[in-house]
């Protein structure tokens, strides 16, 4: 008997043990690569997926803890095939490293987008607060996310 989940809109069963973190799930068993396993202690941000609507490290979650509940990867985020306003802005404002973060941050900055569509500078800062980069300033991204907000 496997574990029924709800991924970005699609019903899947996981074989996997129930106390599996979530992002394994995700990457080895639906080939959903984007949440990258990297502190896995919920800190670094990178894992990120939304559950039921909320950014949530997917590390720390046994995936037996997510049966029932709706699950978003950054590649549900996508609008009619194409990219979603956040995705767009990252990509204009050339805001986009070396991937391995990047995942996490579409997730957490298209929550803010839908959640706060008033947000600020100083939010969108707040906002990025679990997702950490080693490649950038964080400055182009921030300008991206103004960007989106302002195309809403």
Request: net charge negative; aromatic share 4%; glycine share 10%.
């Amino acid at each position: 008997m496997g574990l029924s989940l709800t991924v970005n809109g699609d019903h899947l069963t996981s074989t996997a043990d129930p106390i599996t973190p979530l992002v394994d799930v995700l990457r080895e068993e639906f080939y959903l690569t984007g949440a990258k396993p990297v502190c896995r202690e919920g800190f670094c941000g990178a894992c990120m997926v939304l559950v039921n609507g909320n950014p949530t490290p997917s590390c720390l979650v046994p995936v037996a803890l997510a049966q029932g509940h709706d699950i978003c990867t950054v590649e549900g985020l996508a609008a009619n095939g194409g990219l979603n306003p956040m995705q767009a802005a990252l990509e204009a404002c050339d805001a986009v490293q070396c991937g391995m973060c990047f995942p996490g941050m579409v997730v957490s900055l298209t929550h803010l987008l839908a959640t706060r569509p008033e947000a600020t500078r100083d939010d969108i800062r707040a906002a990025l607060t679990g997702n950490i980069c080693r490649c950038t300033g964080y400055e182009r991204i921030i300008e991206a996310a103004l960007l989106a907000l302002a195309t809403k």
